[in-house]
């Protein structure tokens, strides 16, 4: 019998196979990416006010974002932790996510915190951390109208920085809340999520002493609306580590 596609996987050397795929999804990549690139020459600055272009643009850079994810998470020798403003990070996030918020007018808000506050640790993977919160809470509220969905930067005393991402959705399950971060497990329909969103933002953050959780209730600094409110920790130094 000729062998199923799971008993081929199976054979393969998951160290080749992961980079070799990010390999090969860069080359369309940066070819789609080369076409945007002639397209704006070609037609000059009234691209930007097409809603449709921004929302390709948008879609190519997330692709971007999340291969770059990926491939920090398995070479983590190849990119250098270092000091970087928080906002400017979690706006970069926002963006990506731009023709999903836009629609939601005044119910989604973004607070960056007073000042230039400051992490230490890769930016992509915050990125990716922020991006990642951000697109579950946008999915947990799509069938609760008027529902708000709001991002903060927070300043936790001397020793991190905190992104909290906070909606009115469908909430966690109880039984689910333990279950949460590890690979493959998902709350969502077949076909919504793969299950591996939360484990990888986790494993990426962790890689510089940060950390991602869901956010309890009794949390003074929580929203009082929020039906769910997930946190990235993120350093304020090498050693200031994860509180």
């Known amino acids: 019998m000729p062998r199923g596609t799971d008993d081929v996987l199976v054979g393969l050397d998951a160290e080749l196979f992961a980079p070799g795929l990010l390999h090969e999804l860069k080359q369309p990549l940066m070819g789609a990416e080369a076409a945007l690139t002639l397209l704006e020459r070609s037609l000059g600055s009234s691209l930007e006010a097409v809603e449709e272009w921004r929302m390709l643009r948008g ?39 731009a023709h999903r918020v836009r629609p939601l007018g005044p119910r989604f808000a973004l607070a960056l915190g007073p000042g230039r506050l400051a992490g230490f640790g890769r930016p992509t993977a915050l990125v990716h951390a922020a991006t990642n919160l951000l697109a579950n809470a946008l999915d947990a509220i799509e069938d609760a109208p008027g529902a708000r969905v709001e991002v903060r930067v927070l300043e936790q005393g001397a020793g991190a920085v905190e992104v909290r991402v906070s909606d009115e959705g469908a909430g966690v ?25 939360l484990h990888i933002a986790r494993s990426l953050m962790a890689q510089d002493g940060g950390r991602v959780y869901l956010v309890p209730e009794e949390d003074p600094a929580r929203l009082p609306w929020a039906v769910t409110e997930f946190c990235v920790v993120v350093p304020a130094s090498a050693a200031g580590g994860a509180p």
């Open 59 to 97: 879609q190519v850079a997330r692709i971007a974002e999340i291969v770059s994810g990926y491939e920090e998470l398995l070479r983590p020798q190849g990119s250098v932790p270092e000091p970087f403003e928080v906002g400017p990070v979690v706006g970069r996030s926002v963006e990506l996510l």
């Open 173 to 197: 399950p109880s039984e689910a809340r333990p279950r949460i971060f590890e690979a493959r497990f998902t709350t969502k329909a077949p076909g919504k999520g793969t299950g591996l969103g």
